[in-house]
């Protein structure tokens, strides 16, 4: 696991698509961190009116049904990037240099495998539901009041497709890593042990 000052940059193409792509995937997160707010207020709302007027708020399981897409997908990418998706690096904690990077190119590519399968079935899922012809462009909708569902059906494949754009790149970087025989390659994140995470983790508390 890296954090995300563990991404080195330089002046290669390759780093220069990187930070762009990560000025998306922050923009991204950032619209992920409001759909939480929303449904932070959401509650709110439909708790007192429960309590002041007896009246909850109407669709409140349909609205989380529409919100929940956008904050559990829209991060992927970003994490991805930092390095922050759990995984079990026992035995990748002991590696360095090449042999290194040639675990994580080939793990790497059998990620972006799965995305592309994933990546096809939700694109498939959201055509099931959208629909020029049909009231609200949607073919379904939520049951209590009737909210179309392929707008958070269509924030999978986007997260999906963004994620995958995130690995090609990460996986141009480990093959340069593993042609040059880099010990810092730019725009993969760089395995960090223990204490360098909680020192990183605690400036982050501390600013």
Known sequence: MATAGAVKTDQTVLSKLDQLLFKIETLLCLIGGLAVFSLMILAVVSVSGRHLFNQPLSGYVDWIEIIMPVIAFLGISYSQRTGGHIRMDILIMHLKGRPLWIVELISTIIILLL????????WSHFLRSFDFAAPYWSRDSSVDIGLPLWPAKLMIPIAFFILGFRLILQIWGYVRAVIEG????????????????????AATVSD
């Not at 880099?182 to 983790?201: G, N």
Request: no cysteine; aromatic share 4%.
């Open 115 to 122: 995305v592309i399968l994933l990546l096809w079935g939700s």
């Open 182 to 201: 880099a010990s810092q390659p730019a725009a993969v994140p760089l395995p960090e042990d223990a204490a360098a995470i909680a020192a990183a983790e």
